[in-house]
């Protein structure tokens, strides 16, 4: 139903979390997965026919070698999830310190900026690159409801998802006329990643003055559909719209919050 068979798609951080469920679930449509990431060695494959390659989104150099690498493997690349994000509430080797420091400092915001902001953009150029020669293409970034609301605590976090979604907008108007969609997808709070460590709730709970269980339980009445997302949520959405029948889906962030936020 969704025509994925043999699309190649790249999804950047894919070796946890949203990331690994995405690529999991492109797979399982048909597509021909391909994470990128940190943790990843170029060229190995596994049982579920996911290809790996080594990337350092923040490096100009590494999303080009990985995307050069993946479309001389594939002979092509149809589609982006840009997705690999960090999130330091505070610095949480120093929160976690003898001497709790609660500042976020620089290398901190460097690291989220580069990351989440820089990384998206110079994996979108060099994708882009392939997307002209075939002359279609579609992006999906992995913004944050944090993105479109603030979040008490996680500002510059919530800054590089706001410059994701300018980013989405920009992009459909540039190359929409290229026959390339960007969309951008923006979840709100889900079942447990990487990213949301116990570290990560703790520094959440003490920026807002609260317990770990206060946050917990402010957390699940927030959610009008009663429940955190799941995994699954999103990497449905997500496959949905790489599919032609997303075809007139462009320029937008989605809320997929389960009623929680605005958007
Ligand atoms: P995660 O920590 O489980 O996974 C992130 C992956 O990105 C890891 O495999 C890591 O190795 C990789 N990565 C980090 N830096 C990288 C780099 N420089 N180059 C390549 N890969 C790199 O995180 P997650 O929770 O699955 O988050 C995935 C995305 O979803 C992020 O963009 C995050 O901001 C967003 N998001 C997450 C949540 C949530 O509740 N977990 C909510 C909203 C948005």
Not at 29 to 50: C, P, R, S
Not at 91 to 97: E, I, K, Q, S, Y
Not at 128 to 155: C, D, H, W, Y
Request: glycine fraction near 12%.
């Amino acid at each position: 139903w969704l025509g994925l068979e043999k699309k190649v798609i790249v999804v950047t951080g894919g070796a946890s979390g949203i990331g690994k469920h995405i690529a999991e679930t492109l797979s399982r449509a048909g597509a021909q997965a391909v994470v990128g990431d940190l943790n990843a060695e170029t060229g190995t494959q596994d049982d579920q026919g996911i290809y790996y390659v080594q990337l350092d989104v923040t490096n100009k150099r590494s999303a080009e070698k990985a995307v050069r690498h993946v479309a001389d493997h594939f002979g092509t690349i149809d589609g982006l999830v840009n997705n690999a994000g960090i999130n330091l509430p505070r610095l949480l080797v120093d929160f976690r310190g003898e001497k709790p420091e609660y500042e976020l400092d620089e290398k901190a915001f460097d690291l989220m900026v580069n990351v989440n902001q820089k990384g998206v953009f110079f994996m979108t150029q060099a994708v882009v690159r392939e997307f002209l020669k075939t002359g279609k293409g579609v992006i999906v970034n992995i913004s944050s409801e944090a993105g479109m609301e603030g979040s008490n605590g996680q500002s510059c976090y919530s800054a590089t998802k706001g410059a994701v979604n300018g980013f989405t907008r920009s992009w459909a108007k540039e190359l929409g006329g290229h026959h390339i969609r960007v969309v951008a997808v923006a979840p709100g709070i889900n079942e447990k990643t990487g990213l949301t460590t116990d570290a990560y709730n703790e520094a959440l709970a003490y920026t807002r003055n609260i317990t770990v269980d206060q946050l917990g339980t402010d957390y699940s009445k927030s959610i009008p559909l009663g429940r955190p997302g799941k995994l699954d949520d999103i990497g449905n959405l997500v496959a949905y719209l790489f599919s032609d029948r997303a075809g007139y889906i462009t320029g937008t962030t989605i809320n997929i919050t389960g009623g929680k936020s605005r958007g």
